[in-house]
């Protein structure tokens, strides 16, 4: 049986960065990854993600997300690519909303640059939005988007020129720790760890049963529509955004690639699925969910459908992310459950999985412990 210092299982976003991350350390190891190297199965793929330093969701990634954006364009060095663009990202609501409170809290508490404005302003300064009077926004210049498929390719990639294997189409069907390691077993072979790193995105519970209740996937749909005015939502002049309207929340960026307006909306239609079993057609019901969206907020964007895609998020019940060693087993590392907001991190939680896989422990451990199982303590089943 080969024997490697580290496997890692799923190599999406995170797992990608986490096997980059170990190879530079002059570890053997091996990622193992069931369908392709960047694939429109998991939770990766769209084109798109949101990156921005002004954070709602918690100061506590702040920190991470300073280290993230350095990260990011290390790996466009690395890759002569680039990866993240900057567009300024917009974080849009009531006043008095957890989206604008929050973003402006992390903004004062960081010195980060940012501008606030009421719904007139920001029209007028951005014309693709509509905002209605009454919302406030907040602008932080770092805002932007990155490039998903290009980010995961541009890991593995990485993580091969400095000797790490990577196996596509081999899915791990189960793994047993034992003292000193932990064996893998795949559909076509079986392998030895000192240690594992999961990175199964929606897929987490098959492997880690304890995660059933903490880590629980869920369908979404984004959609992209050709602008009836292409001018205004170039990344030149729309930020992306972040916007806690009544309807729900939604998030766009500006055109790039498909080459259309980009929109989705958080928890979608609220649809737990099985991450192997997802209805992957597109609905009716689908589209109408963000046209509302776009009718109401960006209407000189409401041209015909360009392209449609489902995609999963892995929500934990506190929607902060799951970063630990496993409860029960040695040598067991899970990055999951990253709740809808995880890509943006992926550079750094492949540096902290490394960590955690070498030594144990990493060096930002005071950052991490919002992302301790022991939290849901009382809550797992
Ligand atoms: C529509 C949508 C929009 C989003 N927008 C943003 C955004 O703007 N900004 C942001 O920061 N985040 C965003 N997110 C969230 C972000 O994309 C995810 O948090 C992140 O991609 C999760 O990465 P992951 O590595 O956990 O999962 P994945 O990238 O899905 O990786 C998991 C991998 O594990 C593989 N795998 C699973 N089981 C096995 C097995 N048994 N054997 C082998 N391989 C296996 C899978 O095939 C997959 O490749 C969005 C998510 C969605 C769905």
Redesign the pocket.
């Known amino acids: 049986m080969r024997e490697f210092d580290a496997i890692v ?7 990608s960065a986490t096997a980059y991350h170990l190879a530079r350390r002059g570890q053997q190891v091996l990622g ?4 392709d190297r960047a ?1 429109d ?4 793929h ?1 084109v798109t ?3 921005r330093m002004a954070y709602a969701e918690g100061a506590g990634y702040v920190p991470l997300l300073l280290r993230a954006y350095t990260l990011w364009r290390e790996l466009e060095t690395l890759a002569g690519e680039r990866l993240l663009y900057v567009t300024g990202g917009v974080d849009a609501g009531a006043p008095d909303s957890a989206t604008v409170r929050g973003s402006l809290a992390t903004c004062r508490q960081f010195g980060l640059d940012h501008q606030e404005f009421d719904a007139a302003s920001l029209n007028a300064k951005y014309p693709g939005y509509r905002f209605p009077k009454g919302m406030a926004a907040v602008l932080q210049p770092d805002g932007g988007f990155l490039a ?1 498929e290009a980010c995961v390719v541009n890991y593995v990639k990485a993580a091969q020129a400095l000797g790490a294997e990577i196996h596509t189409r ?4 189960g793994w047993d720790s034992f003292a000193g390691g932990v064996e893998v077993r795949t559909e076509h072979d079986s392998y030895r760890t000192r240690s594992l790193v999961i ?5 987490a519970s ?2 880690c049963p304890e995660l059933v209740p903490l880590a629980i996937p869920e369908r ?1 749909v ?1 959609l992209w529509a050709a602008p009836l005015r292409p001018e205004l939502f170039q990344p030149a002049v729309f930020p992306v955004f972040n916007l806690e309207a009544p309807e729900g929340r939604f ?1 766009g960026c500006p055109v790039f690639g498909v080459p259309g307006f980009k929109i ?1 909306k958080y928890h979608h239609r609220r649809e737990v699925v099985d991450p192997s079993g997802i209805d992957r057609e597109i609905h009716a019901e689908d589209e109408a969910v963000l046209r509302e969206g776009i009718r109401q907020y960006f209407p000189d964007a409401d041209g015909p459908p360009l392209a449609m895609k489902t ?4 929500n934990s019940p506190d929607e902060h992310f799951i970063l630990d060693a496993h409860p029960e087993a040695d040598n067991v590392y899970i ?2 459950g ?1 709740s ?7 550079s750094v939680v492949g540096e902290i999985m490394a960590d955690l896989a070498l030594d144990g422990g990493t060096k930002y451990s005071n950052r991490i412990g919002m992302f301790r199982l022991a939290r849901f303590h009382g809550k797992a089943g």
Request: positive net charge; proline residues 4%.
């Open positions: 299982v799923g190599v999406g976003g995170m797992g193992l990854e069931q369908f694939h199965f998991g939770s990766s769209g993600r949101i990156i998903p081999e899915r791990v069907i990175t199964a995105g929606p897929w098959q492997l979404q984004v998030y989705g995609c999963m998020f892995t990055a999951a990253f809808g907001h995880g890509f943006k991190f992926s």
